[in-house]
């Protein structure tokens, strides 16, 4: 499989979800994903940081899974995206923009994407914010 999960404590303790992906993704991979963060999944809540930098494409059969999901504004995690291809970028703006998600974010260096994500997490702490369920 293109992407594998694995689980990492942010700086500040958190637990976060690793999304390593390469290759080509696709509707098969998607689904896997969307079994293990959606409601019941065993990373349901946790923040994301996805590696794409050997990613080469997302099928369009991928995409339209995704964006079939609607509008996930009040559902989505915080998620830190490390992106580098030009193109890939453009599609996962495109993507975020019909989800409506705003706690998403496009970095190009692994360390500035899991600085940013400990800084959301421990913000919503702070302000008491309950983890998404």
Known sequence: MPVQLSVFQLPGGARCLRE???GEVTVEDTRV????TDP???FHGLPIL?????????????R???????DVSGKEVWMAVVMTNPVL????NFMM??????KVRLFNREA?????????VREDTARGTPPVT
């Not at 996805?50 to 991928?62: F, G, I, P, Q």
């Open 40 to 42: 019941g999944g065993p």
């Open 64 to 70: 339209g899974m995704i964006a079939g999901r609607g």
């Open 20 to 22: 390593d992906c390469a």
């Open 89 to 92: 970028r453009v599609t996962i």
């Open 33 to 36: 994903i969307l079994q293990q």
């Open 112 to 120: 500035e994407a899991i600085q940013w994500l400990d800084e959301r």
């Open 50 to 62: 996805a590696l794409t930098e050997k990613m080469t494409s997302v099928t369009a059969d991928a």
């Open 97 to 102: 923009r019909i989800l409506k998600n705003r």
